[in-house]
């Protein structure tokens, strides 16, 4: 809150709660949203910069000041979390933008989710929460979760003017909301007279903040007429100096019944009363303690005025009662007494359990309708009795099993997705869970057990079951769907999956079918009622998303298609698997349930980065063994770090050579362009092993500007032990602290000068890297597996 500017309410009720908790002991950090631009140390333009000051600060309690920033806090944070639901946000968009209400109760309640706490001004907006908050699961029957804290301030004083002598200063106004409509009782106050026969002052301050420069300081004010709004100091010099009598009128609405006013508040701790009507929350308080007068009706006020007017004592008497309502109700550390009293031993709120909705009954379908299904049924049970005598006559676990549907390009695992697919079944087999990877080859699948993966074959009898691969392919491929993705899409058309996969299923005794990618969940479905297993989806990315951002070409109706499928999929399996909250928060808010919705981060292959760096890389490329070597990996048919190599060749190259610094980049990964951007960008091809490489050079540079997901070369990176310098995209999803763990920079001057800084100072570097390494500690394909497993027992 800065005097010398117009200041919003958020602002008034932040400093509010900041001089109470301070005031009690406690130590108060501010965090604020600045998405446009840089603003300041504790400014934060995304989530994953909040995360990183949020890592940083290691704060006991989390306070959020606006309900929609909660969709940029952490999911499963141990961190209690309170919101301020001070004003009633969908019922002013009931009068701003009725179309968007449900969509806003819908982002409430995802929101609300993550609240251990709600503060809200009022009785009133307490019973507004409490169907939200057990739609969101939190359980109600122990501990209110919502505690009344008005709104609250230091009262400033007496009115310094005196009415008889300088003649009566009403004063209204704030900012033009629809919800408030005070027209009829403005006009209701216009040329009315004191008993002496003088012109009553009406002041209104008036105008939108929200706009163009209205939050610049604007001219002091003066007594009469309309008045813009002012910086805050100016405003409380009108209401100190000149006024003798606030108004708090509009038209009655339900957001008017649950509102709370902060003008309200200013008017009575400068001593004045308040005119107001009966039917709002605050008018209870007033005729308590005789502090001002209530209205039902804009008729009512010239006789009013003319009675207040008559004899200033009985003013005099109700500014006096409006101090002492300040003082014994609405002072900061009483009115605080609730928050204050829950952070002596604050705590997170019990959640309700979550099962998945019951499937809703249809009637019964017309005879001929119904005899297909019944024919339908009897195939389900002669499957079921085939592959329980499979599983009889040739072995099998028990209910241990893990079924793993997936795309087919894993071998060589040199891409990411594949890197994924694979370390997760290593990691899941070596906790004693067999694992079978079923892809779209029809000869064989692969069993891995005890981080062993062997090539399984297919029995021939199978591969008739469906119709022949090469007509499957030229249907699907033919289909409305971007060809650069079609093959993410195969099982959409390809029945075949369903058998491989309840034959590997019974091979190992599944009792989960995982789903790598939104498509493989279709045949997931039906192979997981005969195998009687769950099926989770792993989401490597929003789809949807990730494809209209690499797909110029793509339509609005093509783009709904593929977002309406990966919903439906995603809310027909027992749980969804997310790689970063980002994923999470975009899933939830497009209609996936929010109890299916689980965040497991990418993880890493230790053993691998034990290997010492590639000596050899330098001669390969004949790169000079003082040149500063740089690396970026990636497989470079995503157009992404296509786009990352021309930042080296065009923005960070010739920054960096006119430093004096003829550094060379090695791009390290499969499909690389046909030739290299620059001569000094290298480019490796598909490699056995990723880490020797990374740790052959001097630094990693990850200059991605798009992109979705977890960044897997950015743990790669830490785990190599090399200090990383990257763009916040290039890091998203990914709870690293710039200038502990990474130096995050988005302009390119600034990267470049970076890197200089980096290369002659070998100890920042060491410091980066060790903590780098710290982090991708925890992340072991074991750990993540494990935390596979704890999800799967839970289902």
Known sequence: MAPDQVVTGNALRAAQLSDAISGAGHTVTHLWHAPEARGGEGSFANRDELRSLLT?????????????????????????????????????????????????????????????????GNEYQKQLLLLPLLGAGIDLRGDDII?????????????????????????????????????????????????????????????????????????????????????????CGVLGTQAHIGLELAEENIERRHSQSFRSLDFLRHGLPLICNRYLPIAAQIERYDAGWLVDDPQELPALLESITASADAWRLKSANALRLMAEQLNPRSACQPLLRWL??????????????????????????????????????????????????????????????????????????????????????????PVALVTDDRRYWWRVENGVITRQRIPLWLRFTTWPAVWVKAKHYTRDIPESNAFLYLPMTDGSFFWRTIYAGRKIGAHIIQAEFPAYVRPSIPASHVLDARVVLVEHNVEYARIRAQVPELTEEQYQR???????????????????????????????????LHTIPHGVDLEQFEQPALKTARQQFEIPADAPLLVYHGTFSYPPNLEALDVFAHELLPRLDNMGLECHVLAVGREPPDASPHTRIHLTGSVEQVAPWLKAADIAVVPLMEGGGTRMKIIDCFAAGIPCISTSKGIEGIPAVSGRHALIIDDWNEMAEAIRALLANPDKAKLLSDAASEMAAALDWKAIARRYLDLFARL
Request: glycine share 10%; aromatic share 6%; with cysteine.
């Open 56 to 120: 940083r600060h290691a704060a006991d309690v989390h306070l959020v000041n606006f309900w929609e920033l909660l969709g940029l806090m952490p999911f499963d944070s141990d961190v209690p979390l309170v919101l301020d639901f001070i004003a009633p946000r969908p019922l002013e968009q009931l009068f701003q933008d009725p179309a968007q209400v449900q969509n806003d109760l819908a982002r409430l309640e995802t929101h609300l989710s993550r609240a251990d706490l709600v503060l809200v």
């Open 147 to 235: 505690e009344v804290v008005p709104l609250a301030a230091q009262a400033a004083g007496s009115p310094k003017s005196d009415p008889v002598t300088d003649g009566w200063t009403l004063v209204s106004g704030g900012v033009d909301w629809p919800w408030r409509r005070s027209q009829r009782y403005l006009d209701a106050l216009h040329g009315l007279h004191d008993g002496q026969g003088r012109e009553i002052t009406l002041v209104q301050f008036g105008g939108d903040y929200r706009h163009g420069g209205g939050r610049r300081k604007q001219p002091p004010a003066e007594a009469g007429g309309t008045l813009p709004l002012q910086s805050y100091a100016s405003y």
């Open 344 to 433: 002596d031993s604050p705590r997170k709120a019990r959640r309700l359990p979550w099962k998945p909705p019951a499937v809703a009954q249809l009637a019964d379908p017309p005879p001929l309708r119904r005899a297909r299904r019944m024919l339908g049924l009897a195939g389900m049970a002669v499957r079921r009795r085939l592959f329980s005598l499979q599983k009889k006559w040739f072995g099998g676990h028990k209910d241990k099993g893990i079924v793993v549907v997936t795309r087919g390009d894993l071998f060589p695992t040199d891409h990411g997705a594949a890197v994924k697919i694979v370390e997760t079944a290593r990691g899941l087999s070596r906790h004693g869970h």
């Open 562 to 596: 593929y977002k309406a499928i990966e919903i439906d999929l995603a809310n027909q399996c027992d749980a969804v698997i997310c790689v970063s909250d980002n994923d999470r928060q975009q899933l939830a808010s497009d209609g996936v349930a929010l109890g299916r």
